[in-house]
Every structure is written in structure tokens, then in C-alpha cells.
């Protein structure tokens, strides 16, 4: 079975404040999702990085996918009380393309 | 506006009463899958469809019954409904969930279900 580790589970930081999370595995993955929910609502995809070392930015995101393709890193740069929300990495299955698994993801709340 | 929509959003239940959450995709998106969300055990997938006719039992699908008919619905049937069945439910519909192209899920607003 293919697990999706995530740190820390929790994270409660100040605005302005820069913060990571990281998401490890021992398998290799052909891509790795990054998705963010809100307390309420379902998960909604923020990026895929498919390429070892592969470095995406959204706004004050970035995202790294480990050169083995086994893990993936989200810094967020002076975050903002909206920042706050469940983050999750997910990653297809070595079974089939159509199955994601998903890891427990990082609670993160940024204080005003 | 391309979305997910699951109903009911909130229910409550008896055990052994049958109850179907609705899901419907405006998206044409083939694939569609049910995930339950638990504290400390994240999003597990119950079942998932590859297209109309097509399903497959996803990590935790006993309990739980799908059928796809049509490709924008997907409902989620349990026919018998027990306390550890309590938990919420997602929608989620995809091209292709697993593709390296950025076209990862769409998730509907959920359905939060308590079995008494």
C-alpha cells in the first residue's frame, strides 16, 4: 500500500509568518497532487507536480517535488489569515492512474 | 458554472433505514468516485467509476452500494445504515484523477451523514 505521510498534522502560526509542510512517502509517484479545504466544504486542487525536482509558484505558494519522486514540500511566504484550511497531498495509485490516495493532511490556522 | 452538486448536505438517520446521497457532474468528466472523511484517518475511497457501467470498490467499500447509469450522476446507497457509517462524504469527479496534466478532482460541498 502506498501511504502519503504528512507534517506536521498540525500548525497554528501568526500572519506574516513563513511556514512548511511536507508531504513523504517510500514510494515513488508518478505525480503528486496539492489540495486545500476549508472548514465546510470539499477539497480543491491548488497544484500537480510531475517532474523530480520540479519548483511550481502560486502567488505565495511553492511547491517541490523531491528529485526521487517520493516526496513533496508547500512553503507558504508571509501567510495570511485566509491561508487557513486543511492541506492535503495526494498521489496516484501504482495499481492505476484512476485511484488517488490521499495523506491525513496539515491542519494549518494563521492568527491575525 | 462547472461543479459538483451532492445532496443532501446535512442528514440524519436511523440505523437500517436505506438512504441514497446524490451526486451530479455538469463537467462531462468520466471519472467519479466517493471518498468518507474521518478525524485522524483522512479521505478514504469507497468507490470510484471509470464511466457509465463501469465501478469499482474503492479501500472501504463495505456498507456501501453505487451504480452509474448515467455519466453526470453517481449516487451513493446504503442499504442498511449503521453508526459507523457516520462520517462525510464527498463527491468527486475527474478526466482523469491521476493524470500529471493538473486535471485532479473536483470535489462536491460534501454530505455530512449521522446514523443514530
Known amino acids: 500500500t502506498q501511504l502519503l505521510e504528512q507534517s506536521p498534522q498540525f500548525l497554528s502560526i501568526q500572519e506574516g509568518e513563513n511556514l512548511t509542510v511536507y508531504c513523504n512517502s517510500s514510494?515513488?509517484?508518478?505525480?503528486l497532487q496539492w489540495y486545500r479545504q476549508e472548514p465546510g466544504e470539499g477539497p480543491v486542487l491548488l497544484v500537480t507536480?510531475?517532474?523530480?525536482?520540479e519548483v511550481k509558484k502560486l502567488k505565495r505558494l511553492t511547491f517541490q517535488f523531491g528529485d526521487a519522486r517520493k516526496d513533496s514540500s508547500l512553503h507558504i511566504t508571509a501567510a495570511q489569515p485566509g491561508d487557513t484550511g486543511l492541506y492535503l497531498c495526494?498521489?496516484?495509485?501504482?495499481?492505476?492512474?484512476?485511484?488517488?490516495?490521499f495523506g491525513k493532511g496539515t491542519l494549518l490556522t494563521v492568527n491575525p | 458554472e462547472a461543479q459538483v452538486t451532492q445532496n443532501p448536505r446535512y442528514l440524519i438517520t436511523v440505523t437500517g433505514k436505506k438512504l441514497t446521497v446524490t451526486c451530479s457532474q455538469n463537467m462531462n468528466h468520466e471519472y467519479m468516485s466517493w471518498y468518507r472523511q474521518d478525524p485522524g484517518l483522512g479521505l478514504r475511497q469507497i468507490y470510484y467509476s471509470m464511466n457509465v457501467e463501469v465501478t469499482d470498490k474503492g479501500d472501504v467499500p463495505e456498507g456501501y452500494k453505487v451504480s452509474r447509469k448515467e455519466k453526470r450522476n453517481f449516487p451513493l446507497i446504503l442499504e442498511s445504515p449503521s453508526p459507523n457509517q457516520t462520517s462525510l462524504y464527498f463527491c468527486?469527479?475527474?478526466?482523469?484523477?491521476?493524470?500529471?496534466?493538473?486535471?485532479?478532482?473536483?470535489f462536491g460541498s460534501g454530505t455530512r451523514l449521522t446514523v443514530v
Open positions: 507536480v510531475v517532474t523530480g525536482g
Open positions: 468527486a469527479s475527474s478526466l482523469w484523477p491521476g493524470s500529471g496534466r493538473g486535471l485532479g478532482y473536483t
Open positions: 495526494a498521489g496516484p495509485s501504482w495499481r492505476s492512474n484512476y485511484k488517488l490516495t
Open positions: 514510494s515513488v509517484f508518478s505525480s
